[in-house]
C-alpha cells in the first residue's frame, strides 16, 4: 500500500509521489458541507458536515477501500475526488492537477481519466436503451469515431465484463441486476479510465451474484491496472477487492492503513465494531455491538465524535480532538487511547 496522511513529496515535475508510487488522487484538509433549510428567516444558518478535514492518498493502480455507516459522508468524499462537489474547504488532487477549486481547464482534463459506477444498475441506465446505445454513449458525446470504431470499442468492452456480442442489440433493461451491472462496468471501461469509483456496486444486488461482479472487478483491476475507489458496508467485499482501506465515522477518517494490517489488528474501537461482526460470522472473534446511533452530522459533538457510542471512551474524549496518528509504517489511526 501506499499510506501516507500526514507527508506527500512533490517531485519537480509535479507529480505526487510516496514510498516512490505515484499517487493518483489526493485530498488534503478536504471538507464538503451542505446548508440546512433555515426553519425561519432569523433562525442562525446550519450545515451538514458530511466530510470533515480528510486527508487521503490513492496510489496508481490500487483498490482503496471505504467503509463506514450510512450517512457517513462516503459518497461525499468520492464525489468531491470525482469533481462532482465542490469542498467546502481544502483541496482535491488528481494526477498532480488541483481540481477542487473549479479550475475548469484541470477538471475538464480530470473528467477524461474518471468514471464511476453505483450501487444501482437498473436506475444508472436509460431504460429505452439498446446494451451498443448504452455502451458507446460515452464515446458518442467524446465524438470522432465512425460506426465501424463503436461497434469494434463496444464488442471488446462487452468481452471484457463477460458478455456477448449478440447482447448487443439488446434492450438494456432485457438483462438481470448482475448482468446490468456488467453493463454498466462496460460503459465505464470504454473510455478506459484510470481511475473508477465503484459507489456500493453490489449492494443492490441478488447476493448469489455478489462474487460474480467482485470476481469481475478484480479480475479487471489486474488486466487493467485500474485504480479504484471502491465504497462498501461489506467488509467481506473490501477485503477481497482492497490493498488499503479507510474507515469513516461521521464525515472523518478514523482508521486508515492497510487491508492486512486493519484486519489483523483493527486499532480503532469502532473498525473494531466493525471487524467483529464479520469475523464473529466464523466464530473466529466475539462481536462488539455498538450501541445508539450516530449522532447528527449538522451538530457535531465536540471531541472524538465516536465518544458517545464507544466502549472505551474516556472523559477526555468528549473534549479532545482526535486526529490521525501514525501507529505503524502503514497504519494510521484517530484514537489516542488505543
Ligand atoms: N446534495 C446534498 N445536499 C444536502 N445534504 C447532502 C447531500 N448529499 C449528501 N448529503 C448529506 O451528507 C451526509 C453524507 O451523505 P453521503 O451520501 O455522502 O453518505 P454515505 O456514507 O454515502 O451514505 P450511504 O452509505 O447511505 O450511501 C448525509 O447526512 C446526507 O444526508
Ligand atoms: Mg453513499
Redesign the pocket.
Known sequence: MCAAIICVATDLSGVRKMNDKEILVSTRGLS?H???KKESTFARRRY????EGVSIDICKGEAFGLV????????????ATLGF?RPTSGEVFFDGAEIGSGKKAALKSARLKMQKIF?NPAASLDPRYSVFKAVSEPLRIRGGYTAKELENEVSAVLERVGLTVSDMSRGVTEFSGGQQQRIAIARALIVKPEYLVC??PVSALDVSVHAQILDLLVSLQEQLGITYLF?S?DLAAVRKLCGTIAI?YL?QIVEYGSAERIFLSPAHPYTRALISAVLSLDGARERIVLKGDAA???DLPSGCAFAPRCQCAHEKCKSTECRLTRIADDHFCACPYI
Open positions: 464538503v451542505f446548508p440546512v451538514i458536515h458530511a466530510v463506514g455507516e450510512s450517512g457517513c459522508g462516503k459518497s461525499t468524499l468520492a464525489n462537489v450501487q459507489d456500493e465504497i458496508h469513516m464525515g447528527s452530522p449538522i
